[in-house]
């Protein structure tokens, strides 16, 4: 029965396991998160399309994109200090959010937020276009927020995996579910590890 059901869902375990890597590399802050995340965004474009959720498999194909980003950034890191002599490129580091991004991204939560719950209403056979749409939205800042090493996206991802778990057990994704799960409980971690991480450099 077991070996049947892996045969049957072999793409979405690999996407699972590729996920549960990823997570664990991005607490790391270590930057072959990246590739990993390429690869895993890559297989569940795949489940989600066959699962029905549709916003959620075009939010893997934005991971795709901000996976790419995101490696570009943390090698080039954000600025440059020149001196007389040589050029000294300085690393990408783990910041807090500011006010007047916060506000931004909620507004573009906002607005995301509304235009896929009413694409997904009236243009799909999405059983769940609100939750569907709620996930992926939150998603894309959550994304952006780790593109730019912002502390708080894990704060956003404790909020996605729960609801995450919720939608894929309703929708029959059980080895997905699992691994939202673990997203879950590594998030708390995540956020842990990032704040000392910022402690240690002051």
Same mark, same amino acid.
């Given at each position: 029965?077991?070996?049947?059901?892996?045969?049957?869902?072999?793409?979405?375990?690999?996407?699972?396991?590729?996920?549960?890597?990823?997570?664990?590399?991005?607490?790391?802050?270590?930057?072959?998160?990246?590739?990993?995340?390429?690869?895993?965004?890559?297989?569940?474009?795949?489940?989600?399309?066959?699962?029905?959720?549709?916003? #959620?498999?075009?939010?893997?194909?934005?991971?795709?994109? $901000?996976?790419? @980003?995101?490696? &570009?950034?943390?090698?080039?890191?954000? !600025?440059?200090?020149?001196?007389?002599?040589?050029?000294?490129?300085?690393?990408?580091?783990?910041?807090?959010?500011?006010?007047?991004?916060?506000?931004?991204?909620?507004?573009?939560?906002?607005?995301?937020?509304?235009?896929?719950?009413?694409?997904?209403?009236?243009?799909? #056979?999405?059983?769940?276009?609100?939750?569907?749409?709620? $996930?992926?939205? @939150?998603?894309? &800042?959550?994304?952006?927020?780790?593109? !730019?090493?912002?502390?708080?996206?894990?704060?956003?991802?404790?909020?996605?995996?729960?609801?995450?778990?919720?939608?894929?057990?309703?929708?029959?994704?059980?080895?997905?579910?699992?691994?939202?799960?673990?997203?879950?409980?590594?998030?708390?971690?995540?956020?842990?590890?990032?704040?000392?991480?910022?402690?240690?450099?002051?």
């Amino acid at each position: 029965m077991l070996i049947d059901w892996l045969s049957d869902n072999y793409i979405e375990v690999f996407g699972a396991v590729a996920g549960v890597v990823y997570i664990f590399l991005e607490i790391r802050a270590n930057i072959w998160l990246w590739p990993v995340g390429i690869i895993t965004s890559a297989v569940y474009v795949w489940v989600f399309f066959n699962g029905k959720l549709y916003a #959620d498999m075009s939010l893997q194909v934005y991971y795709v994109i $901000i996976s790419i @980003l995101g490696w &570009i950034w943390w090698i080039k890191g954000t !600025r440059r200090q020149t001196t007389a002599n040589e050029d000294k490129k300085e690393k990408l580091q783990i910041t807090n959010l500011k006010l007047k991004t916060g506000v931004l991204s909620a507004i573009t939560f906002i607005v995301l937020y509304a235009a896929m719950w009413a694409t997904l209403e009236h243009f799909t #056979d999405s059983p769940v276009p609100g939750w569907d749409a709620f $996930i992926t939205s @939150l998603s894309v &800042i959550a994304t952006w927020m780790l593109a !730019r090493k912002i502390l708080q996206h894990w704060m956003l991802w404790i909020i996605i995996n729960t609801a995450a778990v919720m939608l894929f057990m309703m929708r029959g994704l059980y080895p997905t579910a699992i691994l939202y799960t673990i997203y879950g409980i590594m998030s708390f971690i995540g956020l842990k590890e990032w704040k000392r991480t910022m402690e240690n450099l002051r």
